[in-house]
């Protein structure tokens, strides 16, 4: 379970400040989701893979949302700074005395307990063989008690604005990223006043979390011919089960992993080095120029997601782009050993890699020949 500083949420400015470290804490889980993703590429683990990709999604999507609801408020939000990119291994934006350290490793079913779960695990997990509350945790801010503190913050700003015959939704309105082509209406939308933002936040907390009753997310968020996914904590638990998670009237919480089976088959996967990084692998190797080149491809991501939500939501097709690029280096990493690691491959390290960093011999290789290096 990941608890969040007691972060002062007060002043609009304090909300701004909020909704930026949500940005943060919302980016910092694709990497690793995405890493043990990859690494299941062509190993028969397809379901493990989708179950994956869809919370890497949805994260994206709360990404989306949480700049919405940041330019909303006439804030500014930043993701192409190098300290906006978390340090692998470690501790995830906002987080403090937990314990919880965040690899980038390949898939295994360890790291779905003792680390997926665990960043996505809700403030009252429904008892169907979960896990429970850290002790002495009881004074900390939970991702959702988070949300929960923003959105009454927000509520009571605007009540107070609307008494002076103003409000708080001072952003401009064109800042707000939309797009049918990759997150559906119903999910992401313009933000322009209190309601449009609670909603946002409610379908942020309902995804990842679910509620202290129901580990679905809620059927009103839903297609006509859509069907219930549990919310983010209990799809990983679903891979580190084996088996679907259904509705159970014998079961003490009404629900059950008994299910259709989730196959997994990790002889496969490739041996990943844990946390690789481009300094371990020598200049003049294939894996460190396509380290680099993967890191390159991340930055430019990073940089337009940025330029999406500063003036130019349209920018929102270059990034989604560049993340399939990104696959490309990725599985190109993992088919390469890793130099300095006998019986191991090399992998993704999500470094900051501008321009100003590759030489004029590889910017004329990247632009030439973009993943086939």
């Known amino acids: 379970m990941i608890y969040l500083k007691n972060i002062r949420i007060e002043t609009i400015d304090d909300v701004r400040k909020a909704l930026q470290t949500a940005i943060e804490l919302e980016h910092s889980t694709i990497p690793p989701y995405l890493t043990a993703m990859f690494t299941l590429f062509e190993t028969g683990n397809d379901e493990i893979s989708k179950l994956i990709g869809s919370v890497v999604v949805e994260e994206m999507l709360h990404l989306s949302i949480a700049c919405n609801l940041l330019n909303a408020i006439g804030g500014k939000p930043?993701?192409?700074?190098?300290?906006f990119i978390p340090t692998y291994p470690g501790p995830l934006p906002g987080g403090v005395d937990t314990g919880l350290i965040v690899p980038i490793a390949k898939f295994t079913k360890d790291l779905m307990k003792d680390v997926f779960m665990a960043i996505e695990e809700p403030e009252d997990p429904i008892k169907i063989k979960s896990f429970m509350m850290m002790k002495g945790a009881e004074d900390k801010l939970t991702i959702g008690m988070f949300y929960d503190k923003i959105a009454k913050q927000l509520t009571f700003l605007e009540a107070e604005a609307k008494l002076k015959g103003k409000t708080i939704f001072t952003g401009d309105s064109t800042y707000q990223m939309?797009?049918?082509?990759?997150?559906?209406?119903?999910?992401l939308f313009p933000i322009t006043d209190l309601l449009a933002a609670l909603r946002g936040i409610n379908i942020i907390v309902d995804q990842g979390e679910g509620t202290s009753t129901d580990p679905f997310i809620s059927e009103k968020d839903l297609g006509p011919d859509e069907a219930a996914e549990p919310a983010h904590y209990y799809r990983f638990e679903e891979i580190y089960k084996g088996r679907k998670l259904v509705k159970d009237p014998n079961a003490e919480s009404g629900y059950s992993y008994s299910g259709d089976p989730i196959p997994c088959d990790e002889s496969k996967i490739p041996n990943m080095?844990?946390?690789?990084?481009?300094?371990?692998?020598?200049?003049?190797?294939?894996?460190?120029?396509n380290s680099k080149f993967f890191n390159y491809t991340y930055t430019n991501l990073l940089n337009s997601l940025?330029?999406?939500?500063?003036?130019?939501?349209?920018?929102?097709?270059?990034?989604?782009?560049?993340?399939?690029?990104?696959r490309l280096y990725a599985l190109r990493l993992l088919k390469l050993p890793s130099p300095n690691q006998p019986g191991y491959t090399a992998g993704p390290s999500y470094e900051y890699i501008t321009n100003d960093n590759l030489t004029p011999s590889e910017k004329d290789m990247y632009m030439a020949n973009r993943v086939n290096v």
């Open 78 to 83: 930043v993701l192409n700074q190098p300290g």
């Open 178 to 187: 939309t797009n049918e082509k990759w997150f559906p209406a119903k999910e």
């Open 273 to 289: 080095a844990i946390n690789p990084k481009m300094s371990d692998y020598p200049t003049d190797s294939s894996a460190y120029v």
């Open 306 to 326: 940025h330029i999406t939500f500063n003036g130019a939501p349209e920018k929102i097709d270059m990034a989604m782009g560049l993340m399939y690029s990104l």
